[in-house]
């Protein structure tokens, strides 16, 4: 139990485009997702963090506009990039939260390798 | 400012000695701190969670301790396997009893055979 996947795993696209990842919790309902961002030898950096059916908190000096998050349901969160550039190549790490065996655990996907060229 | 530490030289151990692997932190007082296993290009997989009234947590051949006044945490691998190479994150919730998680750069280990 307690999977989460995401979609792509990875997609390559040419500047200025957009791209949407989607992150699902298939056999619970995850009450917050969280979205990260890890850089080749580094930490995984928390994006934002998104409830169902409420806007998502940026952590400072990540743009709200340029990553949207939609989090529509309790199994579904995308991340959109908009116009996306070189610079935005990452890997990006979705996470689902959601009361399980007695306790709040993180789960999470797989994530999704974008670049941008 | 907040920071977790962990150590970014590889270590390199050999088949079925213990892997100890060390995350510190400055200026948190967590709730709990994690270890999560991650592969190469794969997403973090969670190992253990300890509180911070929990000096010591075992799981199988994992034990996690936690000293809150050291500010330390270490992470034993006894018996180590090949398949026990991969990169370690330490992770802390970054408020207080709070629901982020931060994530230290982690250490990459390598077990020889």
Known sequence: GAVVSQH???????SGTSVKIECRSLDFQATTMFWYRQFPKQSLMLM?????????????????DKFLINHAS?????LTVTSAHPEDSSFYICSASGYIRGSNEQFFGPGTRLTVL | SQKIEQNSEALNIQEGKTATLTCNYTNYSPAYLQWYRQDPGRGPVFLLLIRENEKEKRKERLKVTFDTTLKQSLFHITASQPADSATYLCALDKDTGGFKTIFGAGTR?????
């Open chain 2, 109 to 113: 280990l390598f077990v020889k055979a």
């Open chain 1, 8 to 14: 792509p795993s990875w997609v390559i696209c040419k």
């Open chain 1, 74 to 78: 309790l199994t579904l969160s995308t």
């Open chain 1, 48 to 64: 934002a963090t998104s409830n169902e059916g409420s806007k998502a908190t940026y952590e400072q000096g990540v743009e709200k």
